[in-house]
């Protein structure tokens, strides 16, 4: 069965440096999402992605944020100099078609440590 | 300061008895709901999802009631293995096409 695949599943990061998080949807979706979850919290939206732009974003994806489709395969989330509390799970995720008729499947995750 | 973890309701059942999940959503515009079940170290995995136009939907082992006039979500899951223990969360979507997760609930099941 077609899944959405994470990488590193373990970043480790100085706080202040930048990190890419990598994703690779499943091939025939065309929404793309990121999520975080911080340990032992709910899991919270952060931007959504369809035809080469962002849909919308939450309160959380803020300036220090921004993802991209660098080429037809992968899906990436890059964090700017980054925070302590920007410790946390975050997952891609990826559906065929708009929410309301497709479900959101999601990938296994990265854990991104700010030390 | 530190962020304090939310403390998860939890459900211990008998292997082989019936679970029933409960979740209380806010926003009555929500229109679509999905269930999902996360196991330690994994992402969350979609079980079954429901439109606002239904009551019942049954799945695989797994059926979603839905009582759109008290916003109450449940998730029954039928003759509960070992390997169903896990964390599940309720989602809804409101108006946009993003998700709002709930706190989630811990089954465990005793063998």
């Known amino acids: 069965e077609p899944e959405v695949t994470q990488t590193p599943s373990h970043q480790v990061t100085q706080m202040g440096q930048e990190v890419i998080l990598r994703c690779v949807p499943i091939?025939?979706?065309?929404?793309f999402y990121w999520y975080r979850q911080i340990l032992g919290q709910k899991v919270e939206f952060l931007v959504s992605?369809?035809?080469?732009?962002?849909?919308?974003k939450s309160e959380i994806f803020d300036d220090q944020f921004s993802v991209e489709r660098p080429d037809g395969s992968n899906f990436t989330l890059k964090i700017r100099s980054t925070k302590l509390e920007d410790s946390a799970m975050y997952f891609c995720?990826?559906?065929?078609?708009?929410?309301?008729?497709?479900?959101?499947?999601f990938g296994d995750g990265t854990r991104l440590s700010i030390l | 300061g530190e962020s304090v973890g939310l403390h998860l309701p939890t459900l211990s059942v008998q292997e082989g008895d019936n679970s029933i999940i409960n979740c209380a959503y806010s926003?009555?515009?929500?229109?679509?709901f999905i269930w999902y079940k996360q196991e330690s170290g994994k992402g969350p995995q979609f079980i079954i999802d429901?439109?606002?136009?239904?009551d019942k939907r049954q799945g695989q082992r797994v059926t979603v009631l839905l009582n759109k006039t008290v916003k109450h979500l449940s998730l029954q899951i039928a003759a509960t293995q070992p390997g169903d223990s896990a964390v599940y969360f309720c989602?809804?979507?409101?108006?946009?096409?993003?998700?709002?997760f709930g706190t989630g609930t811990r089954l465990t099941v005793i063998p």
């Open positions: 989602a809804e979507k409101v108006m946009s096409n993003n998700l709002f």
């Open positions: 926003n009555s515009a929500s229109d679509y």
């Open positions: 992605f369809y035809n080469n732009e962002i849909s919308e």
């Open positions: 995720a990826s559906s065929e078609a708009e929410l309301k008729n497709q479900p959101q499947h």
């Open positions: 429901i439109r606002s136009n239904m």
């Open positions: 091939s025939n979706h065309l929404y």
